[in-house]
């Protein structure tokens, strides 16, 4: 397995902080800087709020849908946070310090050499 997007950084100038974000994905204006920031301020990694809307005037299974989103990926983490608990990854609009990111691909890549 080669990481090759990431594992390019590490061998000139890694960043501080990698973004992992869907190309189909709407940002709020700072929505990257403060998730970067963020990460580089706790130096942990750091989840975004990550919605979905149903059209308006839309069938009733889409409101459905779209409730059952917001309470899985905005009530739920509410609560783990209240809780001090951590937050599930959700795939989309994270942020990791370089640390995690470059100790994690090489044990993945150790692993799959072996």
């Not at 994905?25 to 149903?54: G, K």
């Not at 917001?70 to 983490?77: C, I, S, T």
């Not at 989309?92 to 044990?107: K, S």
């Amino acid at each position: 397995m080669h990481w090759t997007g990431v594992s390019r950084f590490s061998n000139n100038f890694p960043p501080a902080v990698v973004v992992f974000l869907d190309a189909d994905c709407r940002l709020a204006d700072s929505a990257i800087n403060e998730l970067a920031f963020t990460c580089l301020r706790t130096s942990r990694p750091v989840q975004s709020l990550y919605l979905m809307s149903a059209p308006e005037e839309s069938a009733i299974n889409y409101q459905v849908a779209e409730f059952a989103w917001r309470v899985k990926n905005l009530v739920r983490p509410l609560g783990l946070l209240r809780l001090d608990l951590p937050c599930q990854l959700m795939g989309t609009g994270m942020a990791f310090p370089w640390n995690i990111i470059r100790t994690r691909i090489w044990r993945a890549e150790k692993l799959w050499k072996t």
